[in-house]
Nanobody, 121 residues
């Protein structure tokens, strides 16, 4: 059974930082390309960062230079370090395994609860 558990969100002022974590189980984590998604109220879910099994990373344009995705295969965990946060980063953040290097298609239909990130101005 696939389980994805996101954590680390919170309320932060603009310019602040947060580090999100996503612990995965029930998947072959070390071979999976992992992605972080976010969904703001009234908006569609979007992919913001991905990391391949080999460690190659990709970012959505609005977060380049501010967000860093990383992974620890020993812990089956993927991280998202978010710096210089902006109010427009406010959203619920989710992780999942991707069907490719940079795609909205996920390998699993199951999603975790997500973690809320709120950035105040």
């Amino acid at each position: 059974q696939v389980q994805l558990e996101e954590s680390g969100g919170g309320l932060v002022q603009a310019g602040g930082s947060l580090r999100l974590s996503c612990a995965a189980s029930g998947i072959i984590f070390s071979l999976s390309t992992m992605g972080w998604f976010r969904q703001a109220p009234g908006k569609q879910r979007e992919l913001v960062a991905s990391i391949t099994s080999g460690g190659s990373t990709n970012y959505e344009d609005s977060v380049k230079g501010r967000f860093t995705i990383s992974r620890d295969n020993a812990k089956n965990t993927v991280y998202l370090q978010m710096n210089s946060l902006k109010p427009e980063d406010t959203a619920v953040y989710y992780c999942n395994a991707l069907a490719g290097r940079w795609t909205m298609l996920t390998l699993y239909s199951s999603w975790g609860q997500g973690t809320q990130v709120t950035v105040s101005s």
